[in-house]
């Protein structure tokens, strides 16, 4: 296959929940879709984004120089 790699439902979970938040789904909602009892379980599944983090800078700058 073109550079495609096998996939398991488990890695379906880490992008549902990582898409989630770049949607600004808020992490404690994205905890229930999951059925995480610790928030800290689903902060493993998540993963920072290069637009997680462009967002970030957007909100601050704008709340700095707004």
Known sequence: M???RN???HDARHTA???L???GVDIRV???ILGHASLAVTKRYT???SKLAEDA???MGQA???
Do not use: F, I, K
Request: glycine fraction near 4%; charge should be neutral.
């Open 2 to 4: 073109a550079g495609l």
């Open 7 to 9: 996939a398991r439902p």
């Open 17 to 19: 929940a990582t898409l």
């Open 21 to 23: 938040l770049e949607q």
């Open 30 to 32: 994205v905890q229930e």
């Open 47 to 49: 993963h920072v984004t």
């Open 57 to 59: 800078a957007t909100r």
């Open 64 to 66: 700095l120089w707004a």
